[in-house]
């Protein structure tokens, strides 16, 4: 798809870091319908992935930053503003880690010292974005700001861990920023909970291929890939949708309003076939 919906309108993307991010495709879509991008991650993810090969294909600059600093986002934001020529139009965060789920620590044997990164990593990183951007008015009236999310924020799911926690403060930040930016700046702010997408940091969940195929058998219209989530991310930066804000926006093919699937309850019945056991 390729098209003039974002033609003149200029944004950054955190967290692309290889061809299966949600970020590298937000990016991808994003200069295809004529933004103009700056890319950042942090230094590590900048070396490990292939964010260069992204720069070079859309023309972009990079910018590393740890959204874990003040002065990081300070500098990029300062920067970035540099290379727009002034304010810009949009942010997407995608960005995301516990190490509590990378070590396989079960919730209730919580290292808090963890839990804290997981927290300061995945949702108090928006917040310093959005705090820092409303200091430096650097997003321009009408701008929108994007931040993705999952349904682990609003129902338990094993193995997602103190993501789950980390998603609910996520989204609660953008609905009280949101409030903020909303009335003072007239710019947007929503989260997207998109289906469990396999990117190199979903991977590392435990049992992340049975969630997919779980979530695909409940969702009448089937997971939302990455290429889909962003075409849904350009249409909340474009103008076609400047009166939808605070929302966190489901984007998974019904799942979130599902119960049980024939496909699911199908599946069901057939691991107990040929079980003689009293409990099943």
């Known amino acids: 798809m390729e098209g003039s919906l974002l033609k003149g309108k200029k944004g950054i993307i955190f967290g692309a870091l290889n061809e299966k991010s949600i970020a590298w495709q937000v990016a991808l879509k994003s200069w295809q319908q004529g933004a103009l991008l700056v890319l950042t991650n942090s230094p590590v993810a900048v ?27 300070d500098a990029l934001l300062t920067e970035s503003m540099k290379v727009f020529g002034g304010q ?138 990455a290429e889909e989530c962003a075409d849904y991310c350009v249409a909340l930066f474009s103008d076609l949708t400047r009166k939808v804000t605070m929302q966190n926006l489901y984007h998974d093919g019904g799942f979130s309003s599902m119960g049980m699937s024939l496909k699911a309850i199908e599946q069901y019945k057939k691991s107990f076939d040929g079980c003689d056991c009293d409990d099943k």
Not at 142 to 168: C, E, F, H, I
Not at 177 to 204: C, E, H, L, M
């Open 88 to 225: 810009f139009d949009f942010i997407l965060h995608s960005i995301g880690m516990s190490p509590n789920v990378r070590k396989d620590i079960p919730y209730e044997q919580t290292s808090y010292e963890n839990m804290l990164k997981t927290f300061d990593i995945s949702a108090l990183s928006f917040h310093r974005i959005l705090q820092t951007a409303y200091k430096l008015d650097s997003i321009r009236e009408w701008g929108s700001v994007v931040a993705l999310s999952y349904v682990a924020a609003q129902r338990t799911l094993s193995g997602y861990n103190d993501m789950g926690d980390a998603k609910a403060l996520l989204e609660s930040i953008a609905r009280s920023f949101g409030y903020i930016y909303g009335r003072d700046r007239k710019v947007r702010i929503n989260t997207i909970s998109q289906s469990p997408t396999p990117t190199t940091a979903g991977s590392g969940i435990h049992g992340f291929e049975s969630l997919i195929d779980f979530s695909e058998r409940m969702s009448p219209l089937g997971n939302a890939t």
């Open 47 to 73: 070396r490990m992935g292939s964010i260069n090969e992204l720069a070079e294909i859309t023309g972009s600059k990079i910018i590393t930053a740890d959204a874990t600093k003040m002065e990081d986002i």
